[in-house]
């Protein structure tokens, strides 16, 4: 979804391809690195590449992940549907509470999850918490209601797509263009169910 990545202004990685910076940088800024280059590949959508780079970080006893790396290598197992990724979100919610940076980085991934168990009902609790209690987030109703029409509420998820729609401000097409996708998706995905229905099919 291009519009809600650069919505969320994608990061220039700055740093090598193992996500390492440059040698002689103290942890902090060693870790900023990790985070700029761990991101880039999530904007990408490289979940395997994401994965292959963290999860030998998370099994370092000498400097443990942190909450939000850990949130990105999440990230990379939800959007391949990998189950153990579901796991991860529960240890970094634990830790993180409600920090809004790191919840998009689980929402995108369940997301892009369409194959977990759940992954619906998990995305849709997951925008309710505090954070986002306003609904004043476009990107976060793009996610509901891709959640939405995942579990068959077509009219909910059409109606979240026009509150989204609302929220954008005049000029603003960042996100414009995936929510009028997602609005035909959803639409279409609606009509073949009712046709379905009246056909006396079972819709799939």
């Not at 809600?4 to 040698?23: M, V, Y």
């Not at 999850?113 to 505090?130: M, N, T």
């Not at 989204?164 to 959803?186: C, F, M």
């Amino acid at each position: 979804m291009g519009g809600a990545h650069r919505r969320e202004q994608r990061p220039d990685p700055g740093c090598s391809p193992t996500g390492s910076p440059p040698p002689g940088h103290d942890p902090v800024t060693a870790r900023t690195y990790r985070h700029l280059y761990l991101s880039a590949l999530r904007y990408d959508v490289r979940c395997a590449t994401l994965q292959a780079l963290a999860e030998p970080l998370t099994r370092s006893e000498h400097r443990p992940l942190d909450c939000y790396s850990r949130a990105l290598y999440a990230f990379a197992l939800l959007g391949q549907s990998r189950p153990e990724g579901l796991a991860v979100v529960d240890q970094v919610l634990d830790e993180t509470g409600d920090h809004a940076t790191t919840l998009h980085v689980l929402l995108h991934g369940l997301w892009l999850g369409v194959d977990l168990d759940q992954g619906a009902q998990r995305l849709l609790a997951l925008s309710a918490r505090p954070p986002f209690a306003a609904d004043t987030d476009p990107v976060v109703a793009f996610r509901r209601a891709g959640a939405l029409r995942r579990l068959g509420r077509y009219e909910a998820s059409l109606a979240t797509v026009d509150h989204a729609l609302g929220l954008l401000p005049p000029g603003d097409t960042t996100v414009h263009a995936d929510l009028v996708r997602a609005q035909s998706l959803t639409a279409t995905a609606r009509d073949l169910h009712h046709r379905s229905l009246v056909l006396g099919g079972t819709p799939t």
